[in-house]
């Protein structure tokens, strides 16, 4: 028996998005891209890390962006996805904290408070289908006690000992589990460091959107500091010996 | 004959560099009964005087609680001062949910001037007809301020207004330099002392006309009425007892 075929009259067609017609798409997905920030806390602090990569798909396009940045004097913030979107947020976090110092009170905006204002413009985007397309780490010392905690494009949040986005979330958190969680208050920042070149140099071993010059930053009661760009030693010898896809 | 052309709203400056209507509304606040508010390093507290007005009436409240950090007392017309406590807690409440932190009080304080201020400065609209001391905790401590119809803010360390309200200002004058390392109970108890120089002759601070609240570090905004009153009442008359042995 032949299939039954159904026939459209012509005069029907599927409703198509254009700029002038249909729903609005372009913020549908993301288009210039950050990949994977991780994040701990230690003995003095928090630190953070993130390469200096934006890519446009699989090409990496820009390769000196700033992905940490500071908010106020006791927060650390880093991004990963869409970076037109985390230019939005550094534009709402600016105006925020100019209208904080026009007050001129002394009165300062606390980690606390920067995490909770950040999760709820994330969710007050994602409600209105519309979300900013970034996984957001915020980190620093409110009054002394530290402070770390993830939001993304759903304003989904969670606070915890050790933080990684993206590819991180694969293939760094099981080091940071291992390396630091239970040593929160012991690690120093020489072990930190080591810790965190250690992760980052995992990652651009194994994650094709991530570059070999990257940021560390930290926060502690000294206030925020991001360092210049920096390399990390790697060792491709192994290479040779791969032929075709592995296995 | 001799009726004053410039007072007929708050927008109509007079020859001599005056607005009426904005000394009227001030006037409005020392109609009221007194209130008095002090500080010391750790508490800031406002203690009131309420009144009824007549036998079969209950007593107006007096002071009221905007957050747990924050509190008001009123002198003037009560029904200004509830659309700005309402306001207040408005604004305690955006804070709260947008930063997750409590409203600082200065800021509180002077959006609620700006309003006072806007309501003399357009015409159709009227100065409030209250005046308010607010108290409240926040990172920089505990703090006291009075707002007043003109929209003029100030911060002090112990302060009266309302009815009679001079004499208060006179105690505390002479006291507020002992103020700073006081305990809750003692602050409380020079504050119903000073209030009690306000009240007219014959007249008793009691269970029934006495309002007291406090707020301070790890003390939420607290207001006490009626027979609580009554521990910081027998207070007033110990130290009394006291001075005159």
Redesign the interface.
């Known amino acids: 028996m032949d299939p039954i075929e159904i026939r459209l009259p012509h005069t029907i067609q599927r409703p198509k998005a254009t700029p002038n017609y249909g729903p609005r798409t372009h913020t549908t997905r993301p288009i210039v891209t950050g990949t994977s920030v991780i994040a701990f806390k230690y003995k003095d602090g928090i630190m953070m890390a993130a390469d200096c990569l934006a890519s446009y798909g699989s090409l990496a396009r820009f390769r000196n962006e700033k992905r940490l940045m500071a908010v106020g004097e006791t927060t650390l913030l880093g991004v990963s996805g869409d970076m037109s979107d985390f230019q939005h947020m550094q534009h709402t976090l600016e105006s925020i904290l100019t209208q904080e110092y026009d007050?001129d009170?002394?009165?300062?905006?606390?980690t606390?408070?920067v995490?909770?204002?950040i999760s709820?413009i994330m969710y007050n985007r994602r409600t209105k289908v519309d979300p900013l397309w970034n996984s957001y780490v915020i980190g620093g010392l409110d009054n002394g006690e530290k402070i770390l905690g993830y939001v993304d494009l759903y304003g989904t949040t969670y606070q915890s000992a050790t933080i990684a986005t993206g590819f991180g979330g694969h293939l760094a958190q099981p080091i940071l589990r291992r390396r630091v969680e239970g040593r929160e208050d012991e690690l120093s920042e020489e072990e930190a460091v080591q810790i965190l070149d250690e992760c980052m140099r995992v990652l651009f071993y194994r994650d094709a959107r991530s570059l070999n010059k990257l940021r560390r930053a930290k926060v502690t009661a000294q206030g925020v500091e991001i360092s210049e760009p920096y390399m990390l030693e790697t060792n491709w010898s192994f290479a040779e010996s791969i032929t075709g896809y592995g296995s | 004959m001799f009726r004053n052309n410039y007072d007929n709203d708050a927008s109509t400056w007079s020859p001599q560099g005056r607005i009426f209507q904005v000394e009227y509304a001030s006037e409005a606040v020392k109609q009221g009964s007194a209130v008095v508010g002090l500080k010391s390093k750790e508490h800031v507290v406002l203690v009131a005087v309420k009144r009824s007005p007549n036998e079969l009436a209950s007593y107006q409240k007096k002071i009221v609680r905007i957050d747990d950090h924050m509190g008001i007392a009123m002198a003037g017309l009560t029904s200004d001062a509830r659309v700005l406590s309402n306001y207040l807690r408005s604004e305690a409440m955006r804070s709260k949910?947008?930063?997750?932190?409590a409203l600082?009080v200065?800021?509180a304080v002077n959006a609620i001037g700006d309003k006072a201020q806007t309501n003399t400065q357009e015409y159709g609209r009227r100065p409030y007809g209250v005046g308010l001391l607010v108290i409240g905790q926040?990172?920089?401590g505990p703090h006291l301020y009075e707002f007043s119809p003109s929209g003029i803010v100030s911060e002090y360390y112990a302060y009266s207004i309302g009815a009679r309200s001079q004499s208060a200002r006179t105690n505390l004058e002479r006291n507020y330099e002992k103020f700073e390392d006081m305990s809750l109970q003692e602050l409380v108890v020079h504050g119903l002392r000073a209030l009690r120089d306000t009240l007219q002759q014959g007249k008793q601070l009691d269970t029934l006309n006495t309002s007291i609240g406090f707020v301070g570090k790890d003390t939420k905004m607290t207001i006490l009425d009626g027979e609580n009153t009554q521990a910081y009442l027998d207070l007033l008359d110990e130290g009394e007892a006291m001075e005159t042995e």
């Not at chain 1, 009170?105 to 606390?110: R, T």
């Open positions: 007050m009170d002394g009165q300062k905006l606390g606390k408070s995490y909770k204002c709820n | 949910m947008i930063y997750g932190r600082p200065g800021r926040d990172d920089t």
